[in-house]
C-alpha cells in the first residue's frame, strides 16, 4: 500500500506565497519522478511541474518562474513553492508520483488533493 500525503494548501492573496508537501509512504521500493498537478472548477487536470530522480525539472509555462519543485529524496518528499501566486493559479493541487512498490510493480500514485485559493 502507497500513501501519498499533501499539506500546506490554503488561502492566499495575490502576490503571495505558499508551500506545499507531498510526502509517499508505504511499500515503496524506488520513485521515479514526483510532480504535482492541478484542477480548477470546469477544467481539465494539468501538469504544474515535475522532478525525477536525477534532480531534472519541469515546468509548466503559466508557472515558469514563479514556482519551484524540489524533493528530499531520503524523505521520500516532494515541495512546492509557490510565490507571486495569482488569482488563476486557484485550483485543488494533486501530488502525483512515479515508483516502484516492494513487489516491483510499477504505477502511478495520487494524493488526495489540497485546495489554493488566491483572492485577487
Known amino acids: 500500500q502507497v500513501q501519498l500525503e499533501e499539506s500546506g494548501g490554503g488561502l492566499v492573496q495575490a502576490g503571495g506565497s505558499l508551500r506545499l508537501s507531498c510526502a509517499a509512504s508505504g511499500t515503496i521500493f524506488t520513485i521515479y519522478e514526483m510532480g504535482w498537478y492541478r484542477q480548477a472548477p470546469g477544467s481539465q487536470r494539468e501538469l504544474v511541474a515535475f522532478?525525477?530522480?536525477?534532480?531534472?525539472?519541469n515546468y509548466a509555462t503559466s508557472v515558469k518562474g514563479r514556482f519551484t519543485i524540489s524533493r528530499d529524496s531520503a524523505k521520500n518528499t516532494v515541495y512546492l513553492q509557490m510565490n507571486n501566486l495569482e488569482a488563476e493559479d486557484t485550483a485543488v493541487y494533486y501530488c502525483?508520483?512515479?515508483?516502484?512498490?516492494?513487489?516491483?510493480?510499477?504505477?502511478?500514485?495520487w494524493g488526495q488533493g489540497t485546495q489554493v485559493t488566491v483572492s485577487s
Open positions: 522532478i525525477t530522480s536525477g534532480g531534472s525539472t
Open positions: 502525483n508520483a512515479d515508483l516502484t512498490n516492494r513487489n516491483l510493480l510499477r504505477g502511478r500514485y
